[in-house]
C-alpha cells in the first residue's frame, strides 16, 4: 500500500502555490499530484517521497491533512492498458472511488493510483493478471525517524 496526503484548501489564489512552496521549502519533492475542487475548497492529493515528514511540515505550518492508504499498479503504457485493469478490478466487483496517474520519464509503463473499495482483493486480482503493483519503496523513500 501507498501512503497518500490529502490536504483540504480553501479556494483561495495563491493557497496551492503556499502549500507547494512549504513542501519545497522543507526539501520534500511530490511524485504526483491531483486537485478536485469545489466553490468553497480544493482537495490535493499529493504522493511525495517522505510523506511522514510531509505531514509533519504541513500540519505544523496550519494545513489540515490526512493521510489514506491507495494502491500503484504499473500499467501498461499502451493503448488499453489501462482499460484492462479497470475490467479486472470491475468484473470481481471491486470499485475504484478515484484514480489518477503518471508517467514515469524512463519507464516503460504508467503507474497509476487507485483508491478502491478492497485493497486486498484488488491486489490479488491484479496480481493474477500479471499487474504489477508497485510498493511503497518504489516510489518514494521509507521514512526513517530522526533521532
Same mark, same amino acid.
Given at each position: 500500500?501507498?501512503?497518500?496526503l490529502s490536504v483540504f484548501l480553501e479556494n483561495n !489564489? =495563491?493557497? %496551492? @502555490?503556499?502549500?507547494?512552496?512549504? $513542501? *519545497?521549502?522543507? /526539501? &520534500? +519533492?511530490?511524485?504526483?499530484?491531483?486537485?478536485?475542487?469545489?466553490?468553497?475548497?480544493?482537495?490535493?492529493?499529493?504522493?511525495?517521497?517522505?510523506?511522514?515528514?510531509?505531514?509533519?511540515?504541513?500540519?505544523?505550518?496550519?494545513?489540515?491533512?490526512?493521510?489514506?492508504?491507495?494502491?500503484?499498479?504499473?500499467?501498461?503504457?499502451? !493503448? =488499453?492498458? %489501462? @482499460?484492462?485493469?479497470?475490467?479486472? $478490478? *470491475?468484473?470481481? /466487483? &471491486? +470499485?475504484?472511488?478515484?484514480?489518477?496517474?503518471?508517467?514515469?520519464?524512463?519507464?516503460?509503463?504508467?503507474?497509476?493510483?487507485?483508491?478502491?473499495?478492497?485493497?486486498?482483493?484488488?491486489?490479488?486480482?491484479?496480481?493474477?493478471?500479471?499487474?504489477?503493483?508497485?510498493?511503497?519503496?518504489?516510489?518514494?523513500?521509507?521514512?526513517? !525517524?530522526?533521532?
Amino acid at each position: 500500500m501507498i501512503k497518500q496526503l490529502s490536504v483540504f484548501l480553501e479556494n483561495n !489564489p =495563491g493557497r %496551492l @502555490a503556499e502549500l507547494t512552496r512549504t $513542501l *519545497g521549502d522543507a /526539501g &520534500i +519533492n511530490m511524485r504526483a499530484l491531483m486537485v478536485a475542487d469545489t466553490a468553497e475548497y480544493g482537495v490535493v492529493r499529493i504522493l511525495c517521497d517522505t510523506p511522514d515528514k510531509a505531514v509533519s511540515v504541513l500540519e505544523g505550518s496550519g494545513f489540515g491533512v490526512s493521510v489514506s492508504e491507495v494502491i500503484a499498479v504499473e500499467v501498461p503504457d499502451r !493503448p =488499453g492498458g %489501462l @482499460a484492462d485493469v479497470l475490467e479486472a $478490478l *470491475g468484473s470481481e /466487483g &471491486i +470499485n475504484v472511488e478515484y484514480a489518477y496517474c503518471f508517467v514515469e520519464p524512463s519507464g516503460t509503463a504508467a503507474v497509476d493510483i487507485f483508491r478502491v473499495d478492497d485493497p486486498a482483493k484488488a491486489q490479488t486480482t491484479l496480481k493474477m493478471i500479471g499487474v504489477r503493483v508497485a510498493g511503497a519503496a518504489d516510489l518514494y523513500s521509507i521514512d526513517v !525517524p530522526s533521532i
